[in-house]
């Protein structure tokens, strides 16, 4: 019978970004929408063994919830890669994870879909404190910002 596997340093990894944040949010304007501020409360923990971080997702705007969305990041040992699912209020089913790697105190993952490439960011500045991007590419070379957020964690 083969081993079970175990939790490592790059499961571990991803426990940076448990726990409750909040981030102060702009956005930018898009065929999505015109752009403006808000404020999103996101609660994420390490969950099934360890080896998962899962996430739910508020953004508020107006003093409501204008947006939700939950998430599911993880270690793909064989691509060695780390594997994000996104689903949110807009009701689409992601066609594909988006993957990437941690490059230092960033977290920088990409998907293409047919509406284009996506680049991720999550830019640490301690353990309490992160940036986070959302990039846009027709075509893989020029990028453009879609939302940058700061982000604090409650205690």
């Known amino acids: 019978m083969a081993e ?3 939790v490592d340093e790059n ?3 991803l426990e940076r970004l448990a726990g ?3 981030t102060e949010e702009t956005l930018h304007a898009s065929p999505w929408g ?3 501020t808000s404020t999103s409360r996101t609660v994420s923990r390490m ?3 360890g080896f998962f971080l899962l996430t739910d997702y508020e953004q ?3 003093g409501r919830v204008a ?3 939950h998430s599911v990041h993880g270690w793909d040992p064989h691509r060695r890669l780390v594997v994000w699912y996104w689903v949110d209020s807009m009701g689409m089913p992601p066609p594909t994870p988006a993957t990437g790697a941690w490059d230092g105190e960033a977290l920088v993952m990409s998907q293409s879909t047919p509406h284009g490439q996506s680049r991720y960011t999550w830019r640490f500045d301690g353990p309490d ?3 986070f991007s959302i990039e846009s590419s027709k075509d893989g070379t020029n990028w453009v910002t879609f939302m940058e957020g700061h982000s604090r964690r409650e205690r």
């Open 47 to 49: 969950a099934i063994g």
């Open 4 to 6: 079970m596997p175990k």
């Open 129 to 131: 404190r992160h940036r």
């Open 11 to 13: 499961h571990a990894q």
């Open 34 to 36: 015109p752009g403006g």
């Open 67 to 69: 947006f939700q969305g």
């Open 60 to 62: 508020w705007r107006d």
């Open 20 to 22: 409750r944040w909040t």
